[in-house]
């Protein structure tokens, strides 16, 4: 993993973990992260414009995934998940995004 892990607490109380360039759509994003062994999409929306979510699950987990500025922000609801899980799913996304 290229990516190092972010602790930045949201007013809902999640924390953001990571940030990956938008390199690819979010479609292709959501798709990939369904190859993810164990990762179950819960919650897919897009204005088909400017902006998606991407909710799922992972590990007994819940995350989402933002894209803000042309980078994809990874959320976990949980800020004390491990950073085993989160590693995971930064390296496992880094395959499809970064170079």
């Keep these: 993993m290229k990516t190092k892990l972010t602790n930045v607490l949201a007013k809902d109380g999640s924390r953001k973990f990571a940030e990956l360039p938008q390199a690819k759509d979010w479609y292709e994003l959501r798709d990939h992260l369904k ?3 164990g990762a179950v999409i819960t919650n897919f929306t897009t204005d ?5 979510w991407i909710d799922f699950t992972y590990e007994s987990q819940k995350f989402t995934v933002n894209d803000q500025f042309g ?3 990874f959320f976990v609801n949980d800020p004390n998940c491990s950073d085993e899980i989160l590693t995971e799913i930064v390296g496992h996304c880094e395959m499809l995004l970064t170079p």
């Design 35 to 37: 190859t993810l062994n």
């Design 48 to 52: 088909g414009v400017t902006e998606a």
């Design 71 to 73: 980078d994809y922000w």
